[in-house]
């Protein structure tokens, strides 16, 4: 066991914890994805940010190069 740990870079009680928590759901661990997003939607929302932010850096630098192209 604590070899495992050691090669997944976690302690013993989180193993177990694991171990613990895939027996109780049927040999699958549940989790909530990458970010731990309490739900799709909270997922959604965050990707849909990240997206609009970019596209607005993006639009920002598209107006500065009309900008110099102008003078």
């Given amino acids: 066991m604590r070899?495992?740990?050691d090669n997944l870079g976690s302690s013993q009680s989180a193993l177990k914890t694991?171990?613990?928590s895939a027996?109780?759901?049927e040999e699958s661990?549940?989790?909530r994805g990458?970010?731990?997003y309490a739900s799709d939607e909270a997922k959604e929302i965050v990707r849909l940010q990240r997206?609009?932010?970019d596209t607005k850096d993006a639009?920002?630098?598209l107006k500065k190069a009309i900008?110099?192209?102008e003078k």
């Fill in 29 to 31: 661990v549940p989790t």
């Fill in 3 to 5: 070899k495992c740990a």
């Fill in 18 to 20: 694991w171990m613990k």
């Fill in 67 to 69: 900008g110099i192209l």
């Fill in 59 to 61: 639009l920002e630098v």
């Fill in 51 to 53: 997206e609009l932010r």
């Fill in 23 to 25: 027996k109780e759901h």
């Fill in 34 to 36: 990458s970010g731990n």
